[in-house]
């Protein structure tokens, strides 16, 4: 009794121990309990005979039931004769319940047909890609194989079931309506034959309707089924054949893929005006990919996107200025700059000044864009090399704290960034300003009236 409790001990302490200690029922049902994985350490050639075979039986239950590839380390050529079917069968549907991949260490010798289909239908429902390990395949099988995992078309052996039109349809509408790329593993060669024209209609019709770019894999092509495919994607548009089309389905093709996405347009290959205006509508960057860039076209990507001014190959100071009212920063990508253009563009966004060309302008014209960017955004005047007293003086009275960013600072600026922010006193360089006693005076009691002194 006290080594029965000393051995318990033990494998309390650590699983493994159970290859030290006597491997009876209990001490090998608590190490199980424990780990699954002291399966591994069981003599089974030693305990089968020691034990009833509803011992054996529990303890490869609670070995594999929340482990099932654990089925690997019971010597079931051991146990074979030890258990019954009915024995064996539970313990094969705990382990393959679990994870269908145990399916591999199944032993079918001495099951009945019944048992064995109802094994690989755990199996497969609980992973498809278990197909792949059965060799005895039924269209059951088969079926909640696919449904599970629709990738496991390619595990079915069509040469060797004999499956009808309809189930052999089925299976492979099965399939790619999960996933429409299924199509890549029907084994057209041998299945071709074995469907007809409106079956295989249906199964393409099935498969772009999940995934347009399953068109790819599709050789015998509808009008339809371009149709229902680029519905789904516009991508699918590089994969239609454009030989089955006439040139008004073509248009209509390209033209409902284009208001869905501007970016199609690089797919499409004969391409016209309305489909090009169409595209870059939706989307202005589309503008890269159209071949005759008409102004009217220009101007509707950059309306949409002023960056698109980027690819306009002949910008005129029209497009230039409809891509800089959309967006200022677009001054970015404008080749020849004028003061309109750059006005435009820093109303917009005043950080676009960063963007002028100051060797295309006189001071005067740098100046008046400066005093424009600055009424935008007045903290673009950091970045301004040659301040003018009226360009910090037009930034502080906006905001106060630009004070800081002020390279010659007056009292005149000083007390304008006060009155507009008191908190700006803070950024006064004392040492360089020189202020009057009256304006001290006034500054004094603006602190002490927003307690800042």
């Known amino acids: 009794m006290k080594l029965e409790k000393y051995n318990l001990l033990k494998i309390r302490e650590d699983y493994q121990n159970l290859i030290y200690v006597d491997q009876n029922f209990n001490n090998c049902m608590e190490a199980i309990k424990i780990n699954e994985e ?46 019954s079917n009915k024995q064996l069968y539970n313990i094969y549907t705990n382990a393959v319940k679990e994870n269908g991949l145990a399916l591999k260490y199944v032993i079918l010798e001495g099951l009945t047909e019944i048992q064995i289909k109802n094994i690989f239908l755990i199996a497969v429902r609980q992973n498809g890609d278990v197909l792949q390990y059965i060799k005895n395949q039924s269209y059951e099988i088969c079926i909640e194989s696919v449904k599970k995992y629709s990738w496991a078309i390619q595990y079915v052996n069509w040469d060797e079931i004999n499956l009808t039109k309809e189930q052999i349809c089925n299976l492979c509408i099965e399939a790619v309506k999960k996933h429409g790329g299924s199509l890549i593993y029907l084994k057209w060669s041998r299945l071709k034959d074995k469907l007809s024209k409106k079956q295989l209609y249906e199964i393409f019709l099935e498969a772009v309707r999940e995934d347009g770019l399953a068109l790819k894999h599709i050789k015998e092509q509808t009008p339809a089924i371009c149709k229902e495919a680029v519905k789904q994607t516009g991508y699918a548009l590089q994969y239609v054949n454009w030989d089955i089309l006439s040139k008004e389905q073509i248009y209509n093709l390209c033209i409902e893929s284009v208001k869905r996405d501007g970016y199609i347009l690089g797919y499409v290959k004969e391409q016209t005006p309305e489909i090009c205006l ?153 040492k360089e300003v020189k202020f009057s006693k009256k304006n001290l005076f006034k500054i004094y009691i603006k602190l002490i009236k927003y307690k800042l002194f």
């Open 38 to 83: 002291s399966l591994k350490f069981i003599k089974w050639k030693r305990i089968k005979n020691r034990m009833t075979s509803e011992e054996l039986e529990k303890l490869c239950i609670e070995g594999v039931k929340y482990q099932g590839l654990n089925l690997e380390f019971i010597d079931l050529k051991q146990l074979i004769d030890k258990l």
């Open 278 to 430: 169409e595209a870059v509508k939706q989307n202005g960057y589309a503008l890269r990919y159209v071949n005759n860039q008409l102004d009217e076209i220009c101007l509707e990507a950059v309306r949409q996107n002023g960056l698109a001014i980027e690819f306009v190959s002949e910008q005129t100071d029209e497009i230039c200025l409809e891509a800089v009212r959309q967006n200022g920063l677009s001054l970015r990508y404008i080749k020849v700059q004028t003061e309109e253009i750059c006005i435009e563009a820093v109303k917009r966004n005043g950080y676009a000044l960063r963007f002028v060309k100051l060797d295309e302008f006189s001071k005067e014209q740098f100046d008046e864009i400066c005093i424009e960017a600055i009424h935008k955004s007045p903290c673009i005047l950091q970045y301004i090399e040659n301040q003018t007293e009226e360009m910090c003086l037009e930034a502080v009275r906006r905001d106060g704290k630009v004070l800081k960013d002020v390279e010659n600072q007056t009292e005149k600026v000083c007390l304008e960034a006060i009155n507009e922010n008191p908190l700006s006193f803070y950024s006064i360089r004392l």
